[in-house]
């Protein structure tokens, strides 16, 4: 079953940055909006940042200014930049077609602490 495959966690000092990656695991996808989740265990699953197939981004909040999210259509992949992590940011981190979601992948874990 295709989902999408993360990668690029780690665990990071706070104040550190990481890159994370995202990529369908098979076919090739024509995808109107693409998200950027996050989930804590006992949580639910969070929309941290969105990119529209025109370029248009959305972002939570508490990732303004921190976060960016970006697509290289050319090779079918999604990006997560994110910077000044912190302890809060601690998560499992998804991708997925936002607002329509297919089977959800492994995710990639990050960690932030000193």
């Known amino acids: 079953q295709v989902h999408f495959v993360e990668s690029g966690g780690d665990l990071v000092q706070p104040g550190g940055s990481l890159r994370l990656s995202c990529a369908p695991s098979?076919?090739?996808?024509?995808?109107?909006?693409m998200g950027w989740y996050r989930q804590v265990p006992g949580n639910q699953r969070d929309l941290v940042a969105s990119?529209?197939?025109?370029?248009?981004?959305n972002y939570a909040d508490f990732v303004k200014g921190r976060f960016a999210i970006s697509r290289d259509a050319a090779a079918n992949t999604w990006y997560l930049q994110m910077n000044n992590l912190q302890p809060e940011d601690t998560a499992k981190y998804y991708c997925?077609?936002?607002?329509?979601?297919?089977?959800w992948g492994p995710g990639t874990q990050v960690t932030v602490s000193a």
């Open positions: 997925n077609i936002a607002y329509s979601p297919i089977p």
């Open positions: 990119i529209s197939k025109s370029g248009v981004t």
């Open positions: 098979g076919g090739v996808f024509s995808i109107s909006i």
